[in-house]
């Protein structure tokens, strides 16, 4: 059944078509590009957490992994609750004092800009617009 299984992974891996890893604290959420059998185009999320069982020399690692699979039709609801709900948590941090210690744990680390290109600023949540 492992060999199924590792069969199976290998032959998912050959149809990434583009895939981009984002590093976030304990976390790494991979987005790949894929294709359907009717070569259609469709974006595969995966949420890849390190999990670390036991202590010292007795300690397993394993990965908990969920996946989400997003297709083009659905492209424009998605972004559009997305842009929603970060607008609103946007607004709701704005009546806080400031930052709790717990969300500062989690916060993803900003990307490091490509050689040659100028720092990104962070986008105001109204400057969420793509268009498909």
């Known amino acids: 059944m492992d060999e199924f299984k590792r069969r199976n992974n290998e032959e998912m891996e050959k149809d990434v078509l583009f895939s981009h890893a984002v590093k976030a604290g304990k976390r790494i959420y991979y987005m790949d590009v894929r ?3 009717k070569d259609e185009l469709y974006l ?3 949420e890849s957490k390190k999990v670390t069982t036991g202590d010292g020399e007795s300690a397993q690692v394993s990965f908990e992994k ?3 699979f997003l297709y083009r039709e659905d492209f424009s609801n998605f972004i559009d609750g997305l842009t929603r709900t970060i607008r609103f948590i946007h ?3 704005k009546t806080v004092s400031g930052p709790t210690a717990s969300a500062d744990a989690d916060a993803p680390e900003p990307e490091a800009p ?4 100028p720092a990104a600023e962070e986008p105001e949540p109204d400057d969420f617009k793509i268009e498909f």
Request: charged share 40%; net charge neutral.
């Open 114 to 117: 490509l050689p040659g290109e």
């Open 91 to 93: 607004e709701a941090e």
């Open 35 to 37: 294709k359907t059998r």
């Open 44 to 46: 595969s999320i995966t």
């Open 66 to 68: 969920h996946k989400i």
